[in-house]
């Protein structure tokens, strides 16, 4: 019979697959012998087959009855007993940290009998009821699905009866009948009593739990985090400590560094007379965790060693929650912390320097993804600015937006385009959406370890927390600065999550010190970050096997590709170079149609442009491989709209012009029922005599000029849409002939590789063919995307894109992240029999999946020889190919 259930001592760090990842490091830290409440772990084979089957699987039962009678033998008390009570907390712990989505409930095994129990014992009655109306509180929302609402108005009006500022300042009488309330709630909302029967408690604890990984809320933060869905959550069931016990107990988090900054130190909370959840919830505002040197010396001391011990067991950052029950130290979790993304990079270089970790090891703690972030830009507070207060800074970022003061309203917002930042007194999981929607979040309670500080770190999303000079008003959408100055909602506010203020209006921007560096602005040691991020870009560079190019149209983007690390441009988008005041030669080389002369004289036109465009790419890469695309879209896309040109001609009746009237029977006859499909790519230089041998030899000229000036130019041609060989040869040939004649006029030797790209998916299938007259493949994987899945992109996204990611049919966009499973095996089919037709042909990519953390690390397993990306994306792409050849070298898997 399978095993459900794990005592703390069986378990390690290693198994949280299946014990998760609370449970796992609760396993780990008994094993180190520290200080931790014996207990056991429910796994999550045991959730998986009770979301699968509605019922827990057999067996499971009597495991738990067994490790229950195991815990109560260790404590020498018995759940629930009325004389002397043991009680236990029911904790959620998937394997990757999700917090605050799913449920924990505190305190089971109270009852209307055993907390006379719990009073004796504890001496404190205090206490006691404290805990039973927590325990009520807990349950209700949790298990019986009440809503939260309802216990803190209770609360509030308790508090504002007795003249009580905190729920501190309530005294035992006031905490019972605070708990009748609680009572009469669940009885007036459920029909039932509140249960009595210790062990029906518990059991229905981990029910709620199992059935929390399916909640909304952790639906969605799955889905953000892109966690998978069919991994469950444990439930672990431990021996309660209490910290509300009185001024010689209290509850904290601890980091064993800055996780906003990765600066060494001393960092967390710390709330005196409490229960863990007061300390994240963010309720009560907590004091700086270095005051518990003044507050509690010993155990601060005996903290201060575990936190020690924990870093260099895990050489890693790590997230501590501790309790101190009436002077002695429990710990109650720990894992390798969330952090920013500047944390990030400076604690990887700083555990490099310390010995801890090797280079390769330090570039597996950061990613693209982070790298991405610190290269948003920052506040520039030069001018005249208007500052409301300065807080606690939890996530970094600089974030403007209107004010708002509910999570619906965030989202509603959000939806019609506006940019919102969501305040309030404090989050719970249920402002998740609100947090996902807005750009930023503003609370007035809480620290670095709130809930809103926590999620907002995990998600990069701007945060800045404990504002507690202003006074939030949800209900009237306001919030009071000290100074009088009132925000409401519609308000244009500025936090800035690196510093922790909060400023009146809309804030100017500027670049930040990372793309300075990358833009050469900045000296690699100019300060930590830079100097971290130098370090780690380095690394990568020296692993990495995939080129990265970037995807660049004129001379000042591929300048500054060049600056950010680029070996080449992928992709000249050539059509990018009709736009504007050039559109007009366009269209009169669509105007000329059959008449020969008219159409030379459009070409004649249109080639020294183009010429003096490809030179100035070829200079700002000179050395480097520049891969041009011929031109790609259908002719349609560079005449006037079809209605507005029809508007116009029928408005101007008998006056319109000859060259409208031509123009609107050029766009009638040029009309497709889906163009994306029609006369594009290597079909207008097939149909379109002259087109492709005009561009080829602008770029041939462009080489040649390059030549003479000394320069290193390195052209290569790509013919895009190519479905059969046939294309391929006919307009190779051609292509061919075009680069003789200008070696011919010039006198200079015109060397250029010709390629295709694979974007149809015929041209994967038959890639061993296509690859007979191809000197390279570059796969073009938005139009293969669109192909492979029958997507018009243009329509798909705003049509049905949300749904099918709310039902799970695919995690993310296939236009964001390669679709592995279908366009990525089109892309290995190709390389495969492409490279067996030729063994030595080149292989890239060139749409912008190339600058995709997840779908690099693909194309590196693929084989192929480079990717490109826009010019940003660059280092995120240099990172992400190191990080995939490390991995590669040590494991082979990601």
């Known amino acids: 019979m399978p095993k459900f259930v794990y005592d703390f001592t069986e378990g390690n760090k290693d198994l949280k697959d299946l014990l998760g990842g609370k449970g796992a490091n609760l396993a780990e830290m008994t094993n180190l012998g520290l200080p931790v409440p014996p207990g056991f772990t429910i796994t999550t084979d045991a959730c998986r087959y009770y979301l699968a089957e509605g019922t827990v699987p057999d067996g499971l039962d009597d495991e738990v009855t067994r490790h229950l009678s195991a815990l109560e033998d260790s404590m020498g008390r018995k759940l629930g007993d009325p004389a002397d009570p043991l009680l236990v907390s029911v904790r959620s712990g998937a394997k990757f940290s999700m917090p605050g989505m799913m449920d924990t409930v505190l305190n089971i095994g109270l009852s209307d009998e055993s907390v006379d129990g719990l009073a004796k014992q504890s001496g404190n009655e205090r206490f006691a009821w404290d805990a039973y109306r927590r325990l009520i509180q807990m349950f209700g929302k949790t298990v019986l699905d009440i809503d939260g609402e309802r216990f803190e108005h209770a609360l509030d009006a308790a508090k504002k009866a007795h003249g009580a500022a905190s729920d501190t300042e309530l005294d035992a009488d006031d905490l019972k009948a605070l708990t009748a309330t609680y009572k009469e709630i669940v009885l007036s909302t459920t029909g039932r009593e509140f249960p009595q029967d210790p062990r029906e408690q518990m059991d229905l604890a981990v029910m709620a739990v199992f059935n929390s990984w399916n909640s909304d809320r952790a639906i969605l933060y799955r889905r953000q985090e892109r966690i998978p869905t069919d991994l469950g959550t444990a439930v672990n069931i431990v021996a309660m400590v209490f910290g509300n016990l009185g001024d010689d107990s209290g509850t904290g988090v601890a980091f064993t560094r800055d996780p906003g900054t990765g600066a060494r130190g001393v960092y967390g909370d710390y709330l005196t007379n409490a229960q863990g959840e007061d300390v994240v919830a963010g309720i009560r505002n907590t004091v700086p965790l270095l005051d518990l040197e003044t507050i509690d010396k010993p155990a601060y001391d005996e903290l201060m060693s575990i936190m020690a011990t924990l870093e260099g067991h895990y050489r890693d950052l790590c997230d501590i929650e501790f309790t101190v029950e009436r002077g002695k130290l429990w710990m109650l979790q720990t894992r390798v912390g969330k952090r920013t993304a500047g944390a990030a990079f400076r604690i990887a270089t700083q555990l490099v320097d310390e010995g801890v970790i090797d280079l390769d090891e330090a570039l597996t703690r950061v990613t693209g993804e982070e790298l991405a972030r610190l290269m948003f830009p920052a506040f520039d507070t030069s001018g005249d600015v208007t500052l409301i207060t300065i807080a606690i800074s939890a996530s970094p970022g600089a974030a403007v937006g209107k004010a708002v003061f509910d999570s619906a309203t965030a989202v509603a917002w959000a939806d019609a385009g506006e940019q919102v930042i969501l305040v309030r007194r404090e989050t719970n999981p249920e402002d998740l959406h609100g947090m996902i929607a807005a750009q930023g979040v503003l609370t007035s309670r809480g620290g670095k370890t709130s809930h809103a500080a926590v999620v907002a770190r995990g998600m990069g999303k701007t945060c800045v927390c404990g504002a507690e000079s202003l006074e939030v008003d949800t209900a009237g959408k306001?919030?009071?600065?000290?100074?009088?100055?009132?925000?409401?909602?519609?308000?244009?506010?500025?936090?800035?999550?690196?510093?922790?203020?909060?400023?009146?209006?809309?804030?100017?921007?500027?670049?930040?010190?990372?793309?300075?560096?990358?833009?050469?602005?900045?000296?690699?040691?100019?300060?930590?970050?830079?100097?971290?991020?130098?370090?780690?870009?380095?690394?990568?560079?020296?692993?990495?096997?995939?080129?990265?190019?970037?995807?660049?149209?004129?001379?000042?983007?591929?300048?500054?590709?060049?600056?950010?690390?680029?070996?080449?441009?992928?992709?000249?988008?050539?059509?990018?170079?009709?736009?504007?005041?050039?559109?007009?030669?366009?269209?009169?080389?669509?105007?000329?149609?059959?008449?020969?002369?008219?159409?030379?004289?459009?070409?004649?036109?249109?080639?020294?442009l183009q010429r003096g465009d490809f030179t100035q790419i070829l200079e700002a890469m000179d050395g480097l491989p520049v891969t041009v695309r011929l031109i790609d879209p259908p002719l349609h896309e560079f005449l006037p709209d079809f209605t507005e040109l029809s508007v116009k001609v029928a408005l101007a009746g008998d006056d319109a012009t000859p060259k409208d009237l031509r123009l609107l029977e050029a766009v009638r006859r040029l009309h497709e029922q889906n163009p994306m499909l029609g006369l594009r790519g290597v079909r207008l230089g097939l149909v379109i005599p002259g087109l492709f041998d005009m561009q080829v030899r602008a770029i041939a000229h462009a080489a040649a000029d390059r030549l003479a000036a000394g320069g290193d130019p390195q052209p290569e041609i790509m013919i895009p849409l190519v479905a059969t060989v046939q294309e391929l040869e006919i307009t190779r040939e051609s292509a061919e002939k075009v680069l003789a004649e200008v070696t011919e006029e010039t006198g200079t030797e015109v060397h250029a590789l010709i390629g295709t790209m694979i974007e149809v998916p015929r041209a994967a299938v038959t890639a061993g063919e296509i690859a007979k007259s191809a000197d390279f493949f570059s796969f073009g994987t938005n139009d293969l995307t669109q192909m492979t899945w029958a997507f018009s992109r243009d329509d798909v996204e705003g049509a049905f894109f949300s749904p099918y990611i709310a039902k799970g049919i695919f995690g993310e966009s296939p236009f964001e992240t390669l679709d592995v499973d279908g366009v990525g095996r089109l892309v290995k089919i190709a390389s495969a029999e492409g490279r067996a037709t030729k063994p030595g042909l080149k292989l890239g990519v060139c749409g912008e999946h190339g600058g995709d953390p997840a779908s690099v690390w693909f194309f590196h397993a693929a084989g192929l020889d480079y990717v490109s990306c826009s010019p940003f994306r660059v280092p995120i792409a240099r990172l992400e190919a190191g990080r995939a050849a490390v991995a590669s070298a040590g494991s082979d898997t990601r």
């Open 478 to 608: 306001q919030f009071t600065a000290a100074d009088g100055t009132v925000v409401r909602e519609g308000d244009v506010i500025s936090i800035d999550g690196t510093s922790g203020a909060v400023y009146l209006g809309e804030i100017p921007v500027s670049a930040s010190n990372v793309v300075q560096y990358f833009e050469g602005e900045l000296a690699p040691d100019a300060d930590e970050l830079v100097a971290a991020v130098h370090t780690l870009m380095t690394r990568a560079d020296e692993a990495r096997r995939l080129g990265v190019r970037a995807n660049a149209d004129n001379g000042p983007d591929c300048a500054r590709a060049r600056r950010f690390g680029a070996h080449g441009v992928g992709l000249v988008r050539t059509e990018h170079m009709f736009l504007g005041e050039r559109r007009q030669l366009i269209e009169d080389l669509i105007l000329a149609g059959t008449d020969d002369t008219a159409r030379r004289a459009a070409l004649n036109a249109l080639e020294p």
